[in-house]
């Protein structure tokens, strides 16, 4: 069998191959891609501190979860989810861990399983919590929601960033009140789940297990429903010693009983627009789980509850061979099976290893062409939606477009005719005589162009005379001046019988 168990090793590692536990650095705000599963993408503020490691949980190329997780105390301070459903409490769980919480130096950007991690990252088990750290002790691996990230029920894979020592009865009754109040609860009154966002944590206490996983005091959940005025905000809590049931309490409550009293979710869920009637139908669900849990406990022993966990020890070992039972031939043919029983159960496990990771390689491609065709259709009907509102919206407005354009046409007519209206009163309100005046000065000027034009051109006959006899008489005074001073200075001017001098 020890092929068998390599085999397996092999198959778990192989697993842990798709799972990516995303470190943010300290100069990064919030939970990078994981952001989304907080409300309005907003992380609890108050909670965080240097000294915690911000860790955005990843699997088969998806963010599953996001946890802030306290190297101090080995132990998450929260983790968030969108609503799922938790794995059952009967299955064998398995957890992976994270390298680069031990060695921030390491390469390995992906979870591995705590045997492959003893050989690769230096410093193991410095900074956060091993299996090996719970071995002899009262306490288990308890996963503060155990959300399986692999699709197989009997034995889901968790990482241990998520987990906190609880003890067998605890881990039990926790994971119950999770399913119950999820199921029958939580999603059913919050849109099927679709709206609902879920962050649970844990209060260390002063004790510890080996002096290096700290206890928690009491674990919490906190739920926001984000329905759009149904909406609501609910929280839990249960404490890890001398409590027997699931307490539920308000968000605001709960926020004061936490360490640097935080703000959980943003705006408090949409507290002024929560409604208060599905709060009430809650509360009764809580109040039923809360009966069943007391009617559990008081009918079961804890040596009850410890058989139940212990069933798996109590099977039957198988029978030892009888000696000197069987032939030397049965013994020589034995010995000559056993290398090909060998090979037989080695090709076995191969194949079924390399169908439960095609299977899986399988399911993952499904899923993204699943999503990617989702989003197409969602894409192209809010398209189609946007585009017939647009649309909707121009018709309506056609109407009151036409109206207005009328009123306008009316209004422009209207000043027309009061114009028209004030020019006739203006003309009535003139004197009768100006009227007649105004009338008859055509004619009278029509009457008056001959006249004028006949002394305009004796005019003109005038002035032209006189500028003629004004140049003959020049002229002549002259050379009546000029004789006259011929005369004076002895000169005799003749004329000839031609007229010339």
């Known amino acids: 069998m020890g092929c068998a168990r390599w085999l397996a090793l092999g198959g778990l590692l192989a697993l842990a191959g798709l799972l990516q536990a995303r470190l943010l650095l300290p100069q990064q705000a919030g939970f990078g891609e994981c952001d989304r599963f907080f409300y309005e993408g907003t992380p609890p503020a108050g909670l965080a501190t240097d000294a915690h490691v911000r860790i955005c949980q990843r699997f088969a190329g998806s963010e599953r979860f996001a946890t802030l997780y306290s190297p101090v105390h080995r132990i998450p301070v929260f983790s968030a989810f969108r609503a799922a459903h938790p794995a059952p409490r009967s299955a064998e769980q398995h957890g992976l861990l994270e390298p680069q919480i031990d060695d921030p130096d390491s390469s390995l950007e992906e979870v591995i399983d705590e045997a492959a991690a003893v050989t690769s990252v230096n410093n193991l088990g410095s900074k956060q919590a091993l299996k090996a750290d719970y071995l002899d002790s009262d306490y288990e691996i308890g996963q503060l929601y155990p959300l399986p990230l692999n699709d197989d029920p ?259 007519f209207l000043r027309i005719l009061c114009c028209l209206l004030k020019a006739v009163c203006r003309a009535l309100s003139i004197p009768l005589r100006v009227l007649v005046d105004v009338a008859t000065f055509p004619v009278y000027t029509v009457g008056a162009i001959p006249t004028v034009c006949k002394d305009i051109a004796v005019g003109l006959g005038g002035t032209l005379s006189l500028l003629l006899d004004t140049a003959f008489g020049t002229m002549g005074g002259l050379f009546q001046v000029v004789f006259s001073v011929l005369r004076r200075i002895g000169y005799k001017v003749t004329f000839d019988n031609s007229g010339e001098l």
């Open 154 to 412: 009997q034995m889901p894979t968790f990482p241990l960033t998520n987990s906190v020592p609880m003890t067998r009865s605890f881990r039990e009754r926790w994971h119950m009140n999770l399913n119950s109040l999820l199921d029958r609860a939580l999603i059913p009154h919050c849109n099927d789940g679709q709206d609902l966002y879920i962050i649970t944590g844990a209060v260390p206490s002063d004790n510890s297990v080996k002096g290096k996983v700290a206890i928690p005091e009491f674990v919490w959940l906190a739920a926001c429903c984000a329905v759009p005025g149904g909406g609501w905000a609910m929280g839990f809590l249960k404490h890890t010693q001398g409590s027997e049931v699931i307490e539920d309490v308000m968000v605001r409550d709960l926020e004061k009983l936490l360490p640097q009293k935080p703000q959980l979710f943003r705006d408090n869920c949409g507290e002024t627009e929560q409604d208060t009637e599905k709060m009430k139908k809650i509360l009764e669900v809580v109040n039923q789980v809360q009966d069943e849990e007391r009617a559990l406990r008081s009918h079961e022993s804890p040596s009850a509850l410890d058989s139940t966990g212990s069933q798996r020890s109590a099977l039957p070992a198988p029978e030892a061979p009888q000696e000197g039972g069987g032939s030397l031939l049965g013994k020589v043919l034995g010995f000559l099976a056993t290398p090909f029983v060998k090979l037989f159960q080695l090709v076995y496990y191969l194949v079924i290893a390399v169908i439960r990771n095609i299977v899986h390689l399988l399911w993952f491609v499904a899923k993204q062409v699943i999503k990617g065709i989702e989003s197409f259709l969602y894409r192209l009907g809010a398209g189609a939606v946007s585009y017939l509102v647009t649309i909707g919206q121009e018709l309506v407005g056609i109407p009151w477009k036409v109206l207005r354009v009328v009123a306008k046409v009316i209004r422009a």
